[in-house]
């Protein structure tokens, strides 16, 4: 059995056998590939400490829209997921660095240079991040356990019950 957090192609990989199940908030139009809903996630906008709006009481779509925004460079990362989904009207970030690693990312908020969306049950317990006070910003995400449908493996089967009674059981 093979997972991966969301790799790069991870539709073509279940589709082709490659692998067996993938967790990710990406969406797919492969006709062979089956998901099951596990649960929705809060997205927030997270600043450095050092940030200029890290301070704001609250913080407008326009006042981000005009700020730098770092991200996950795959196609189903979270930010590209968000951004697609429309579900923040006018919001439409400058992404001015992609990176594959979320540490790069961590890194450039940190520094207060770049403002990124992240999951707010997955953030880093750190004192050097803020979550911004966004008007009108409620962005939740759907979040997915992928698999081929063609697969019957009765191993998989069950691991797929697990994963789910696992979501079901958190908070």
């Given at each position: 059995v093979e997972v991966q957090w969301i790799p790069k192609d991870w539709d073509s990989?279940?589709?082709?056998?490659q692998l067996d199940f993938v967790l990710t908030f990406g969406k797919t139009d492969f006709k062979n590939i089956?998901?099951?809903?596990?649960?929705?996630?809060?997205?927030?906008?997270?600043?450095?400490?050092?940030?200029?709006?890290a301070g704001r009481e609250t913080v407008t779509i326009e006042e981000l829209n005009s700020a730098c925004f770092c991200c996950n460079s795959a196609p189903h990362s979270l930010t590209h997921t968000l951004l697609d989904s429309g579900c923040v009207s006018r919001f439409s970030p400058r992404i001015t660095f992609q990176g594959r690693a979320v540490s790069d990312m961590l890194r450039l908020i940190r520094a207060g240079n770049h403002l990124g969306i992240m999951v707010k049950e997955h953030l880093p317990v750190d004192d050097e991040y803020v979550v911004l006070p966004v008007q009108d910003f409620d962005a939740k995400m759907p979040f997915?356990?992928?698999?081929?449908?063609?697969?019957?493996?009765?191993?998989?089967?069950?691991?797929?019950?697990?994963?789910?009674e696992f979501y079901q059981k958190l908070s």
């Open positions: 990989e279940i589709a082709s056998g089956d998901r099951l809903h596990l649960r929705d996630y809060q997205a927030v906008i997270v600043a450095g400490k050092s940030h200029p709006l997915y356990l992928y698999w081929n449908k063609n697969s019957q493996n009765p191993l998989l089967i069950s691991i797929r019950k697990n994963i789910l």
